[in-house]
Structures are given as C-alpha cells and as structure tokens.
C-alpha cells in the first residue's frame, strides 16, 4: 500500500534536485569564461611593414589566432578607424601583415576564443 505523503515528499524532493541541477548548468558558462587567458598583442613598424607578437600564459592562445590591424583616424576607437589588414599567428605567435606600402597610425587586435581573451595594442606610427 502507497503512502501518499511519502510519495509526494518524495515528487518534490525530486523536484527540489532537479532544479538545482539546473542552477549547476546554467552557471557553467560563467565558470568556463572566468578560466580565459589573459593575451597580449603588439604591433611594431618598419617602414609600412606591420608585424607584432601575441603572448600568453596559455600556449596555444598564442598559435592560430586572428589579428586584426585597424587604421585609426582621428580619436581611436571613435568609430571611424578602418579595419585595414588581418593575419593569423604562427606557433609562436608571430604576426606580419608585410609591406603595406601605407603610411599611418596603427593598432592590432587579437581575437577573443574560447579559451583565450582579446586584447588591443598601442597605437604606432607608421612612416616610409
């Protein structure tokens, strides 16, 4: 013979854990994002010839990530910078857009990933 108050206190205890398996899932992605790298990236000129380095404590946030170098014109970040050329590192996480050919000032980004965080560098000037 069934106990109906056993059987409804036992419902809502399974209830009670399976919400708060939910709260576990749901705060997963907050614990993954606060386990992203930090990542530095530079930029240096010679002549119109962009290059840089992107570093890091994690060894593959410095292979294989996107740099974007902008073009910036007037204030920086006012949007109206151009997005100007874009490479990926190599396994030491050196970066070289070439010869540009393109006098200015320029910063780069690195690209945020999934475990590796974005940042900007300084801006440079760039001269023939």
Same mark, same amino acid.
């Given at each position: 013979m069934s106990n109906p108050i056993r059987t409804a206190?036992?419902?809502?205890?399974g209830l009670a854990a399976a919400a708060a398996g939910g709260a576990l899932l749901l705060s997963a992605p907050e614990a993954t994002a606060a386990a992203l790298a930090p990542s530095?990236?530079?930029i240096? %000129?010679?002549? *119109?010839?962009?290059?840089?380095k992107v570093n890091s404590t994690r060894a593959l946030c410095k292979a294989d990530r996107n740099v974007i170098v902008?073009?910036?014109?007037?204030v920086r970040g006012g949007g109206n910078d151009i997005r100007f050329a874009m490479d990926t590192t190599d396994?030491?996480?050196?970066w070289n857009t070439g010869n540009t050919g393109?006098?200015?000032?320029?910063? %780069?980004?690195? *690209?945020?990933?999934?475990?590796?965080?974005?940042d900007f560098s300084p801006t440079i000037r760039a001269t023939r």
């Open positions: 206190t036992t419902a809502l205890l530095t990236v530079t240096q %000129a010679e002549g *119109t010839d962009l290059f840089g902008y073009k910036q014109v007037g396994s030491d996480g050196d393109t006098e200015g000032r320029f910063y %780069a980004k690195v *690209t945020k990933n999934s475990q590796c965080n974005a």
